[in-house]
């Protein structure tokens, strides 16, 4: 039987190929001889007690002005049929993509999606930190302006970041002479995290990558001068690192706890020595590692993902 995987993604089109990781596990999908079926989250839907979803098949190449091409006409496929799914869309975790993980949810277990529904849509990715708090700076949610104004007079300099948001976006530093309540009241219809500014931000945000809770490698995001933002969609400046701080050491308690919850593939983010996010949804930074390190982190994700799953 052909294998097949299926990848649910914003417009393909749209994709920056220079920091796509859903382009480089498809891209080794295809060296391994899977078929590729590439769909937009819109396009899943529910029919004849079936999980199905409309969409192309695509062929991908190394090149960044002819990276992908249609390989067939708009068509529906049953998902079931699929070896594995990728859950790739880019947040906001907003009730659309809860509702992805619901139909996700409904596939038969020989198909794998990959981070698992479940899991994802339960590891909301700022909040689930707190499952780890020894290693979290000072932090509070919530949705109070008085709270927020009495936690930045304790720790004198905080960051704050919408709970469901992605790339940076939203995210404000604050000291007690700046503080702007107005500023933040556009935020506050759901409660937003509020942390202690951490100042080793200036040797980076580390982006540490897990496969099935196993170390693969990482990359320091710098922000570039006068900017609070690391993430390289907002800018951030990839630079080589290793284990530092305490990584490896968040690292040891996460890795085995992440497999326990079926999270294979997994994204922390560490500045200085604490833990601020673990990214499930869609986490990047593979194509980063691989430039900085010559390695091919996603035939490490294959290689790891076919053993999982005795598909070599």
């Not at 294998?3 to 999908?29: N, R």
């Not at 960051?159 to 530093?173: A, C, D, E, M, S």
Request: aromatic fraction near 12%; charged fraction near 25%.
């Amino acid at each position: 039987m052909k294998k097949k995987i299926a990848i649910q993604m914003d417009k393909i089109e749209s994709i920056d190929y220079k920091f796509d990781t859903s382009f480089l596990i498809g891209y080794e999908a295809q060296q391994r001889n899977y078929d590729i079926f590439y769909y937009n989250p819109n396009d899943l839907i529910i029919k004849n007690n079936n999980v199905q979803a409309t969409g192309f098949y695509v062929k991908l190449n190394l090149d960044e002005n002819d990276y992908f091409k249609y390989d067939s006409e708009k068509i529906k496929v049953d998902l079931k049929n699929y070896n594995f799914i990728f859950l790739r869309q880019d947040p906001p975790f907003d009730m659309n993509y809860i509702t992805s993980t619901y139909i996700l949810d409904l596939l038969p277990k020989t198909t794998k999606v990959i981070n698992n529904p479940t899991a994802v849509r339960n590891a909301t990715e700022k909040l689930f930190t707190f499952n780890f708090k020894e290693f979290m700076p000072p932090t509070i949610v919530t949705r109070n302006i008085n709270d927020i104004s009495k936690f930045l007079n304790n720790v004198e300099e905080i960051i704050t970041k919408p709970l469901y948001g992605n790339g940076g976006v939203g995210i404000h530093r604050f000291n007690k002479r700046n503080f702007n309540p107005d500023i933040l009241k556009k935020y506050l219809d759901l409660p937003i995290m509020i942390q202690k500014y951490i100042k080793e931000i200036d040797q980076g945000d580390r982006r540490i990558i897990l496969i099935d809770g196993e170390y693969c490698g990482s990359v320091s995001r710098i922000p570039k001068d006068g900017d609070i933002k690391a993430n390289f969609h907002a800018g951030g400046i990839p630079y080589k690192t290793d284990l530092v701080f305490r990584d490896k050491e968040i690292i040891d308690i996460l890795g085995p706890k992440l497999r326990k919850f079926d999270l294979f593939f997994v994204g922390i983010d560490v500045i200085g020595n604490y833990l601020t996010e673990i990214n499930v949804t869609s986490p990047t930074g593979i194509k980063q590692i691989n430039t900085l390190n010559n390695v091919s982190l996603e035939k490490v994700f294959w290689d790891k993902l076919e053993a999982k799953y005795k598909l070599v």
